[in-house]
Nanobody, 124 residues
Framework: QVQLVESGGGLVQAGGSLRLSCAAS????????MGWFRQAPGKEREFVAA????????YYADSVKGRFTISRDNAKNTLYLQMNSLKPEDTAVYYC?????????????????WGQGTQVTVSS
């Protein structure tokens, strides 16, 4: 089992920045990929970004490329998402997820552990 706890969400004006954190505990040695997904009201959950825990390769959705940066601190078992130049359409609940298998990163079905989510609201 891997437990995930997100933090760092909040209310920010358009153009502003936020940094989300996701602290992992439990069988963290089994983590292969960590990712961020988001779900806006009335929409399906969508992929935002992912990082391979060992090696650090990163992947981004086109909608956030150049604005968001995913990173991790292996010693702290913590995942981050630095979000800059935020737009109202970035408003969503953001979820941290872990896959313990070498699977494609952009599909939520490939992740087997999820956090509870943190709300990000961007006002215009």
């Amino acid at each position: 089992q891997v437990q995930l706890v997100e933090s760092g969400g909040g209310l920010v004006q358009a153009g502003g920045s936020l940094r989300l954190s996701c602290a992992a505990s439990g069988r963290t040695f089994s983590m292969y990929t960590m990712g961020w997904f988001r779900q806006a009201p009335g929409k399906e959950r969508e992929f935002v970004a992912a990082i391979r825990w060992s090696g650090g390769s990163t992947y981004y959705a086109d909608s956030v490329k150049g604005r968001f940066t995913i990173s991790r601190d292996n010693a702290k078992n913590t995942l981050y998402l630095q979000m800059n130049s935020l737009k109202p359409e970035d408003t969503a609940v953001y979820y941290c997820a872990v896959s313990t298998y070498p699977r494609p990163v952009a599909f939520e079905g490939e992740y087997n552990y999820w956090g509870q989510g943190t709300q990000v609201t961007v006002s215009s």
